[in-house]
C-alpha cells in the first residue's frame, strides 16, 4: 500500500503516518526527519537544507527528488511505504508519478489532514521533538510520560526551530502557494481522502483506518 499524508505544516501528519506504518507494516517516510538527522549529523545535504528550513521555505526539488528516490529503491519498501512530507510541489508529485510508472505502480491513497490555519500555530507552539528517534509530543495533546523527555528513546526534547510563531507563518504561506494544489493534483487522480484533523488523534486515526480498511 502506498499511502501520500497531505495537509498544513502541524497539521498532524507525522503523528498520523507512524500509527499507519506501525498498524500496517510499512515503513514510514518523512523527509523533514530525513533533513533533520543530516543537520544533526552535520551533512553538506543537511547545512543546505537548514538555511531554507529555518526560513519556513522548501528545500529546492532538485536536492529533495534524488534523495527521496533513493529511499524508495531500499528494500523495506517493497511492499509500500506512507509519505509524510512528499510530495510537496507539483513537480514533486509529477517526479514520484513518472517513477512509479516505469514500474507499472501508482499510489493508492492521498489522505489531506484538513486543519485551519488559526488551530496550527497553537500546535507548532507546544510541540516538543525528539531529534534523535524522531519521536513527536505536544505539552498539551500528547505529553510524554516524562517532561522534556522522550519516551521512546530517553533523549532530551526540544522545539523545533521552524516552530517559532513568525517563521510557523511563513511555512503557511508556503504550503498555500506551493503544496495545498496538490489536493486538486490527486482528486484529478481519483485517491484523495480528506479527514478532519481538528478531532482528537485517536479519532482522527479511526477515521484513517476506515478509509484504508
Ligand atoms: P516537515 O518536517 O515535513 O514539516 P511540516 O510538513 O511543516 O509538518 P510538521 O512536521 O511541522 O507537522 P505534521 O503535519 O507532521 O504535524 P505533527 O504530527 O508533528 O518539514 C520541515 C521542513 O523541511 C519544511 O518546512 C521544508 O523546509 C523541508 N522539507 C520537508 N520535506 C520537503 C520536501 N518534500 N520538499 C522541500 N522541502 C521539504 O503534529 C504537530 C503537533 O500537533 C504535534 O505536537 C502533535 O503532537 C500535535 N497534534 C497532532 N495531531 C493532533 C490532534 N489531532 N489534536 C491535537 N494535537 C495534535
Given at each position: 500500500?502506498?499511502?501520500i499524508?497531505?495537509?498544513?505544516?502541524?497539521?498532524?501528519?507525522?503523528?498520523?503516518?507512524?500509527?499507519i506504518a506501525?498498524?500496517?507494516g510499512?515503513?514510514?517516510?518523512?523527509?523533514?526527519d530525513?533533513?533533520?538527522?543530516?543537520?544533526?549529523n552535520?551533512?553538506?545535504?543537511?547545512?543546505?537544507?537548514?538555511?531554507?528550513m529555518?526560513?519556513?521555505?522548501?528545500?529546492?526539488?532538485?536536492?529533495?527528488?534524488?534523495?527521496?528516490?533513493?529511499?524508495?529503491?531500499?528494500?523495506?519498501?517493497?511492499?509500500?511505504?506512507?509519505?509524510d512530507?512528499?510530495?510537496?510541489?507539483?513537480?514533486?508529485?509529477?517526479?514520484?508519478?513518472?517513477?512509479?510508472?516505469?514500474?507499472?505502480?501508482?499510489?493508492?491513497?492521498?489522505?489531506?489532514?484538513?486543519?485551519?490555519?488559526?488551530?496550527i500555530?497553537?500546535?507548532?507552539?507546544?510541540?516538543?521533538?525528539?531529534?534523535?528517534?524522531?519521536?513527536?509530543y505536544?505539552?498539551?495533546?500528547?505529553?510524554?510520560?516524562?517532561?522534556?523527555?522522550?519516551?521512546?528513546?530517553?533523549?532530551?526534547?526540544?522545539?523545533?526551530d521552524?516552530?517559532?510563531?513568525?517563521?510557523?507563518?511563513?511555512?503557511l504561506?508556503?504550503?498555500?502557494?506551493?503544496?495545498?494544489?496538490?489536493?486538486?493534483?490527486?482528486?484529478?487522480q481519483?485517491?484523495?481522502?480528506?479527514?478532519?484533523?481538528?478531532?482528537?488523534?485517536?479519532?482522527v486515526?479511526?477515521?484513517?483506518?476506515?478509509?484504508?480498511?
Amino acid at each position: 500500500m502506498k499511502i501520500i499524508m497531505l495537509g498544513a505544516p502541524g497539521a498532524g501528519k507525522g503523528t498520523q503516518a507512524k500509527s499507519i506504518a506501525k498498524k500496517y507494516g510499512i515503513p514510514h517516510i518523512s523527509t523533514g526527519d530525513i533533513f533533520r538527522a543530516n543537520i544533526k549529523n552535520g551533512t553538506e545535504l543537511g547545512k543546505k537544507a537548514k538555511a531554507f528550513m529555518d526560513q519556513g521555505m522548501l528545500v529546492p526539488d532538485e536536492l529533495t527528488l534524488d534523495l527521496v528516490m533513493d529511499r524508495f529503491a531500499q528494500d523495506d519498501c517493497k511492499s509500500g511505504y506512507v509519505l509524510d512530507g512528499f510530495p510537496r510541489t507539483i513537480p514533486q508529485a509529477e517526479a514520484l508519478t513518472a517513477a512509479l510508472a516505469q514500474n507499472q505502480e501508482t499510489v493508492d491513497y492521498a489522505i489531506d489532514i484538513a486543519v485551519p490555519d488559526e488551530a496550527i500555530v497553537e500546535r507548532m507552539s507546544g510541540r516538543r521533538a525528539c531529534l534523535t528517534c524522531g519521536a513527536t509530543y505536544h505539552v498539551v495533546y500528547n505529553p510524554p510520560k516524562k517532561a522534556d523527555v522522550c519516551d521512546i528513546c530517553g533523549a532530551a526534547l526540544v522545539q523545533r526551530d521552524d516552530d517559532k510563531p513568525e517563521t510557523v507563518q511563513k511555512r503557511l504561506t508556503v504550503y498555500h502557494e506551493q503544496t495545498q494544489p496538490l489536493i486538486e493534483y490527486y482528486e484529478k487522480q481519483g485517491i484523495l481522502k480528506q479527514v478532519d484533523g481538528t478531532k482528537d488523534m485517536s479519532e482522527v486515526f479511526e477515521e484513517i483506518i476506515g478509509i484504508l480498511g
